[in-house]
């Protein structure tokens, strides 16, 4: 009935209950596989109260009229077995195993104050009926966790390839940069791909699969910078001091080469973006039924001919501008840190 509703639509719906004990998630499982609602939303036309029971009439644009009866209890709380009328009170027992009795008219009036609400879909609904707004924000959470994870990854590999092939230089250097130009010549697109089919399908498999993809322009740079200052004559002093070679790049060359990798850390991160959303719209990447940009472009694509081609340019839109802005923030880093240009 509320399926690819315009942006907008707002409907009365009534918060039903549900008879079950819904625990409360940690916070990374809450922020990454999301929290199970408390509450089943019955959208609807007009309602009714008698004998005990709220009778709604469930919404439908075509105009069919089907109704649908709940205990005054059973709205309000879980509860076990049905409840009973007796005069002007029920009796009911919730999931607890305590039995309670309430009046009628309290029961309404709860319902009435609390469970009889509207809901307003700003940028409305799919074909489903899903709230568009809520599936994009939730996509968000996929995107930046997809950069920052990748981005780490590749950090934590580009960093430490990197940092021995500049320092060591001879075979490490020449063995390492073998590995590097091999990645190197495999498209981006096809070894995450790659990845994806070794490491299966899903949620972390999708971070590691781009963070392994994405080391080599780091570990490049990284070793470019750490030929050049490792010359430098506080260096040399260091060497000279007995220092070991943990010691002089973890504290002296490694805090002096942090400029470029931070401006490359920037475009890795839109990169990311990018990739992740090529891979949901190919069905390889974050799994249905969890929201990303890149699956709801998939799901959506068909409506662009249709009156509702907002459904599929709206992600779009979300990916388009937030690569611009990781980008724009890459180019900013890049000069307030670039000597050169000062």
Do not use: C
């Not at 990798?261 to 990311?272: E, G, K, L, P, R």
């Amino acid at each position: 009935a509320l399926a690819t509703q315009k942006p907008g639509f707002s409907v009365k719906v009534l918060k039903v209950r549900k008879n079950s004990v819904i625990t409360n998630p940690g916070f990374f499982h809450k922020m990454f596989y999301g929290r199970k609602d408390r509450y089943l939303y019955v959208p609807l036309s007009s309602y009714s109260f008698k004998n005990g029971k709220i009778t709604v009439m469930l919404y439908d644009e075509d105009s069919s009229r089907l109704f649908k009866s709940f205990a005054l209890a059973d709205v309000l709380y879980p509860v076990t077995g049905k409840q009973k009328v007796a005069g002007r009170n029920a009796v009911f027992t919730t999931l607890d195993g305590k039995k309670h009795t309430a009046s009628l008219s309290e029961l309404k009036a709860a319902i009435l104050q609390n469970n009889l609400v509207t809901r307003k879909y700003r940028l409305g609904t799919d074909q489903f009926g899903r709230d568009l707004l809520s599936r994009l924000l939730l996509g968000t959470r996929i995107s930046l966790s997809v950069g920052f994870i990748s981005v780490a990854i590749s950090l934590l590999v580009g960093i430490l390839l990197g940092s021995m092939a500049g320092f060591y230089r001879g075979r490490v250097d020449e063995l390492i940069m073998w590995l590097i130009n091999v990645v190197w010549s495999i498209p981006t697109l096809l070894l995450v791909i790659a990845i994806t089919f070794a490491l299966g399908k899903g949620f972390w498999q999708i971070f590691i699969a781009v963070g392994l993809t994405m080391w080599v322009e780091v570990a490049r740079v990284v070793r470019g910078q750490m030929m050049s200052v490792r010359e430098k004559e506080y260096v040399e002093a260091g060497f000279a001091l007995g220092y070991s070679n943990a010691r002089i790049m973890l504290h002296h060359i490694l805090p002096n080469i942090l400029s470029p990798v931070i401006v490359i850390s920037a475009a890795n991160f839109a990169a990311a973006i990018l990739i992740e959303a090529g891979l949901s719209f190919l069905g390889i990447g974050v799994q249905p039924p969890v929201p990303s940009w890149g699956n709801m472009i998939k799901e959506y694509y068909s409506f662009i001919v249709l009156d509702s081609a907002y459904l599929a340019i709206i992600p779009g839109l979300a990916i388009v501008i937030l690569v611009l802005a990781f980008m724009t923030l890459g180019n900013s880093l890049r000069d307030a840190l670039d000597v050169r240009i000062q």
